[in-house]
């Protein structure tokens, strides 16, 4: 079974400044894919970025961007420019056959 | 375009009591998967259903009953209300054929109380 790590419970940023988030899983799967997802108070789980494994370049959206080493199965978000609607719990995700979630960091942004 | 809707926002139930929760997929998708989230913690992987069927399931016990109506939507059911049971249960919906490389797409929960 797959499972996902992130090592942070919280993590905490000054507003324009960049944080990263850090994530370990563990799988067997050459052929997956990667995904963070962010769940604010009002509780829905937002997409933020995906990655395909098969793919060396690591994903980028705007203020967010991944570095995904394979070799090391680490998935870390940074997140630039970071703004006060950043925060909120953010969850590392690995698509195998279904969608395993870690057990979430919680991003304060600091005014 | 409507995300996907879960009903009811929130539930308090006793123990040993049944549940039903509801949750209607986002348009155009035809598969749904459901999850228990317990406070401050990751969710959890329940089951998936896909044309009628359940696809996939975690480590829940068989109090844990789903199932999905032809227009896809869906029904999570929990028997003999645990304390435990206490949670947040996300509804997420996707395309099968789609599912592993577009993720899933959120509803915002129903937050069940057992007392």
């Known amino acids: 079974a797959q499972t996902v790590t992130q090592s942070q419970p919280e993590m905490s940023v000054q507003e324009a400044e960049t944080v990263t988030l850090s994530c370990t899983y563990d799988t067997s799967e050459s052929d997956y894919y990667l995904f963070w997802y962010k769940q604010p108070p009002s509780r829905q789980m937002i997409l933020v970025i995906r990655?395909?494994?098969?793919?060396?370049q690591n994903a980028t959206e705007n203020r967010f961007s991944v570095n995904f080493q394979k070799a090391a199965k680490s998935f870390s978000l940074k997140i630039s420019d970071s703004q006060l609607g950043d925060a909120a719990m953010y969850f590392c995700?690995?698509?195998?056959?279904?969608?395993?979630f870690g057990g979430g960091t919680r991003l304060m942004v600091k005014p | 375009d409507a995300g996907v809707t879960q009903s009811p926002t929130h539930l308090i139930k006793t123990r040993g009591q049944q549940v039903t929760l509801r949750c209607s997929p986002k348009s155009g998708h035809d598969t749904v998967s459901w999850y228990q989230q317990a406070l401050g913690q990751g969710p959890q992987f329940i089951f998936q259903y896909y044309e009628e069927e359940e696809r996939q399931r975690g480590n829940f016990p068989d109090r844990f009953s789903g199932h999905q109506f032809p227009n896809y939507s869906s029904e999570l059911n929990v028997n003999a209300l645990l304390l435990g049971d206490s949670a947040l249960y996300l509804c997420?919906?996707?395309?099968?054929?789609?599912?592993?490389?577009?993720?899933?797409?959120f509803g915002s929960g129903t937050r069940l109380t057992v007392v």
């Open positions: 990655q395909e494994a098969y793919k060396q």
């Open positions: 997420a919906s996707s395309l099968y054929r789609q599912r592993r490389n577009y993720g899933y797409t």
């Open positions: 995700a690995y698509m195998g056959n279904m969608l395993t």
